[in-house]
């Protein structure tokens, strides 16, 4: 799977978290995903809350619209971000100029 797939209003892209950081931050793409480091700690799923809350902060859109579809309990995580306004900047180099931005 690509790192960053656009399909129609939503995004799908791998993230590698990186939980208890001093803080938030899309820290760029580490191999096949895009490192996240979070300030939540990995306990009692509030890291993926954490993750969902920040993502939607950085695409612009409600925090109902941004769900973690695979690897809830790992580091590696499949994201989905649904009607987003915004492609942060760090991101945009991975979207073709075809897709939405």
Do not use: Q, W
């Amino acid at each position: 799977m690509a790192v960053i797939t656009v399909k129609e209003d939503m995004i799908i892209m791998t993230v590698t978290a990186v939980p208890k950081s001093s803080r938030d931050s899309i820290v760029g793409i580490y191999g096949e995903t895009v490192k996240v480091a979070i300030t939540a700690p990995p306990v009692d799923g509030k890291a993926n809350a954490h993750i969902c809350k920040f993502l939607a902060g950085e695409f612009k859109t409600a925090k109902s619209n941004v769900s973690i579809v695979k690897g809830e309990t790992s580091k590696h995580k499949t994201v989905e971000i649904r009607n987003y306004r915004v492609i942060p900047d760090i991101l945009k180099a991975l979207v073709n100029d075809n897709d939405k931005s």
